[in-house]
């Protein structure tokens, strides 16, 4: 590792994620050598769920600070070469620029579910589902609300594009994160040019100076070179100004993709599934589905090809808000225990559970949900008298409840008939050994397996990018050389659950449908 160092044969991946940005570093052989990262939160101002880029640059740093001090700590030398950098980021979301490259208005992220109407019209426009969290979706609800900043826009792009703008002044995107913006042709590898004929045409009454192939990033594949490191692009990265310049970059990619790539699930039939504060699966297809389908978006991986991806905004932040106050308990009776022994005892005591949670039911909805037509986000738990009201049932209800919108999406692959050989999970949900991979098993009705790279994430895996674009074999497909060179002898455990988590899981989701109901009372309520 050392050696690779000196010589500049690294390849580092940075991923802004939504709690978490993280940098990590790897050897020639994909091994981690070094790691950073920094913790943020979104906000939510006037209605809007956003970043300050303030802080993105501030998480930037960090990470890579703190990454660049470990090598020191650990090899004694400075990092002043990197063979290969990667930049990842949450998809979709909307920022936006005019031609002095000012950002219009705050970065508005995938959170948001404030584009209903453009949702609506694009989809009928295009027949092709376009899901609020889509960069156009919010370009064309800007349109709609005729908001002032629209005419002065000179570009638009995600947060991934930004940050590789901003380092090497190239404005692309990888194609993977490009079909979160606007819909891919599959054949050519780049916009649907018929779908942006058709968004000019509805918005030519409008007479901006603008034509939206004007706005768009370009899209690069991965392998393909998307540009350098430049003396400005260092300061904003390593304002030390250790590291030179002149790094190549691979083409920025968003979560879903790079989770493809750490869990080497490009290649048709296999799936994996992300679970942090939002969840997705994400299915490589052989073909295109038969119909339009709100609940499935179809996006690409990072080679272009196509994927049925099914996205929930909400996940694990009930389970963490619930796991902060078990905490303050803890702490309140003087117990030295820490977050991870507590998630640990807990989650492991939930296999003690009954099988469908024993009558008990939540939404962890902490901002609108799409699958399940709810507008806004209101956390909430619901039981009976005669419910079993046991922590073990509680902590179980709790992770059923997390995959709960997703397996909805999920049932439409099935009538799909969509094969899937293998299932991977990543994410913090499964850094428990055993337990959360046990629970999505019961979900997907498949066996699940978790890699022991699965920990590093897709900062690890838009690294994996990075080290791809600098292969010796430029000619290697990447599913080939994820198959052939990072996973040769990469160990992963597969579980499959029991037949009766299987119906207790069943039992749990016909309790979820039919209480939605009352999720959206309560978002009327709250109002």
């Known amino acids: 590792m050392k050696q690779a160092i000196q010589d500049g044969k690294t390849s580092l991946g940075i991923e802004l994620g939504s709690t978490r940005i993280k940098a990590v570093l790897i050897d020639p052989y994909f091994q981690t050598i070094a790691t950073g990262s920094f913790e943020w939160e979104n906000q939510l101002i006037e209605g809007i769920w956003t970043y300050s880029l303030e802080t993105v640059w501030e998480g930037l740093q960090a990470s890579y600070r703190q990454m660049s001090q470990e090598v020191m700590q650990k090899f004694g030398i400075p990092l002043e070469k990197i063979g290969s950098i990667g930049i990842s980021a949450m998809m979709h979301g909307y920022l936006a620029f005019d031609e002095e ?16 109407e453009a949702e609506e019209k694009l989809t009928d426009l295009f027949a092709y589902n376009i899901p609020q969290r889509w960069s156009i979706a919010h370009l064309y609800q800007a349109i709609l609300n005729q908001e002032e900043h629209v005419a ?21 995107l990888g194609v993977g994160d490009a079909s979160g913006m606007f819909p891919i042709d599959i054949t050519k590898k780049t916009y649907d040019e018929t779908m942006i004929t058709q968004f000019n045409q509805i918005i030519q009454k409008n007479q901006f100076s603008w034509k939206l192939q004007d706005l768009l990033p370009n899209i690069l594949l991965a392998g ?13 990265l390593d304002p030390s100004g250790t590291l030179k310049a002149g790094v190549p970059l691979c083409p920025p990619e968003g979560d879903a993709g790079t989770g493809m790539v750490a869990t080497n699930s490009v290649a048709p039939q296999t799936g994996n599934v992300s679970a942090g504060t939002s969840a997705f699966a994400m299915i490589v297809l052989e073909k295109e589905l038969s119909q339009v389908y709100p609940e499935i978006d179809l996006v690409t991986t990072p080679s272009g090809d196509l994927v049925a991806m099914v996205h929930t905004n909400n996940c694990t932040s009930e389970i963490n808000s619930w ?8 702490d309140l009776t003087g117990s030295s225990m820490t977050m991870d022994e507590l998630f640990s005892q807990l989650f492991n005591h939930s296999l003690k559970a009954d099988t469908d949670g024993g009558g008990l039911l939540s939404y962890g909805y902490h901002s609108g949900e799409n699958i399940t037509k709810m507008s806004e ?3 909430l738990f619901v039981r009976s008298p005669e419910s079993s009201f046991t922590l073990a ?20 692959l099935e009538k799909e008939a969509v094969q899937i050989n293998r299932i991977v999970g990543h994410g913090g949900i499964f850094k428990t050994p055993e337990v959360g991979q046990t629970i999505l098993s019961a979900v997907m009705d498949a066996p699940v397996t978790v890699m022991e790279t699965a920990g590093e994430g897709g900062a690890w895996g838009i690294a994996i990018l990075a080290s791809y674009l600098i292969r010796e074999a430029q000619d290697e497909t990447l599913d080939s050389f994820l198959e052939n060179h990072v996973f040769v002898a990469t160990k992963g455990v597969t579980l499959t659950a029991k037949e009766e988590e299987v119906l207790g899981f069943k039992k749990f989701m016909a309790r979820y449908e039919a209480g939605l109901a009352i999720e959206a009372a309560a978002i009327e309520y709250f109002n």
Not at 393 to 412: C, P, Q, T, V, W
């Open 393 to 412: 049932n509680f902590i179980r209800m709790h992770l059923y409840s997390a995959f709960g919108a997703m397996k909805i999406g999920m049932e439409i």
């Open 323 to 330: 796991m902060k106050l078990f905490k303050e308990v803890a």
């Open 152 to 172: 002065r826009i000179s570009f638009f792009t995600t947060l991934a594009g930004y940050i590789h703008w901003k380092l090497t002044g190239e404005k692309v």
């Open 101 to 116: 490259d000012e950002l219009l208005v705050p970065f508005r992220t995938w959170r948001n579910a404030i584009t209903g």
């Open 377 to 379: 986000g209101r956390p």
């Open 224 to 236: 393909e070179n998307a540009g350098c490191l430049t003396e400005e692009g260092v300061k904003l």
